[in-house]
Nanobody
Framework: VQLQASGGGLVQVGGSLRLSCAAS????????MGWYRQAPGKQRELVAH???????TYADSVKGRFSISRNNAKNTVFLQMNSLKPEDTAVYYC???????????WGQGTLVTVSS
């Protein structure tokens, strides 16, 4: 399984970005998908998660501002980020989980920088 993330960049406070992550390879193994982020000097943290059925969870810090969605037909997951804050600055990683085998797949990361 390969995950290719895109859509990061530089944005001003209050702006929006949309991240995309396309899965390829043995995609039938992927169940849940999600986005994580890692800011400089901090641990990687869960931002948003979505199941195959479309159930979603969010970190408290992004609730009401970020929205995760997926297109199962195109094997793609999205993260719409609105009202961005400087503390959202991080490298964002796409994650795909093979629940049956207990394996996590990761994309290469895409940098989001929010300037004040």
């Amino acid at each position: 399984v390969q995950l290719q993330a895109s859509g990061g960049g530089l944005v001003q406070v209050g702006g929006s970005l949309r991240l995309s992550c396309a899965a390829s390879g043995s995609i039938f193994r992927i169940n849940d998908m999600g986005w994580y982020r890692q800011a400089p000097g901090k641990q990687r943290e869960l931002v948003a998660h979505i199941t195959v059925g479309g159930s979603t969870t969010y970190a408290d810090s992004v609730k009401g501002r970020f929205s995760i969605s997926r297109n199962n037909a195109k094997n793609t997951v999205f993260l719409q980020m609105n009202s961005l804050k400087p503390e959202d600055t991080a490298v964002y990683y796409c994650n795909g989980r093979d629940i049956m085998r207990g394996i996590d797949y990761w994309g290469q990361g895409t940098l989001v920088t929010v300037s004040s």
